[in-house]
């Protein structure tokens, strides 16, 4: 939750400053991000395109080599050719695992992208409900604010009236308490009969 300092009737403006500056921050941060994977999938597709073509080198060497297998009798260098064609396919076949494993961190990256702008524009969705809510809050206060200026002197003034006549009463009690205990002495006492 956003914290906001009040200073009479409006917002404390640096502190939404802040905040705005805080999320241009984060979408200039995502935005360099994005241009760095963009970047990143530009070598990467080249380099993929020059594995391709290295590919396809191997795979013409071997079938070079395979035809010079057919044409060679001698053992020992079509096991040698053999031996080649063992290599270069294990070679092959770790450069297609590592275009997997590009490919793979391609799709997380643009995946983390997605998610980064999603939450991104939620923070901003939400710090525009709360500074709704704040001027609402702001609203609400200035309203109360008024209303109390407006009514202190009528509640002054009644304060005053109900002090008055709370004395009042405190003294007719008094003088109608005396005048029962005096009215109960005289009824009390018995004529002298002469």
Known sequence: MIKTKFLGNSVFEPTKIKNENELQKIKKKLQAQNEARKETIKELSEEIKSIDDFIARITN???????????????YKIKQLESDNETLTSEVNKIRQKIKNFKSDEESSLLLLDTLMEEYNELKNDKIELSKRIQTLNKVIEDLNQEKQEKLPQLKAYDTMLKKAWYEMQETENSMDISL???QRKSSYKPVVK
Do not use: A, T
């Not at 060497?61 to 053992?75: A, L, M, S, T």
């Open 61 to 75: 060497d071997i079938g070079v080599y395979e035809q010079r297998i057919k044409e060679y009798p001698d053992g």
């Open 181 to 183: 205990r005096l009215w």
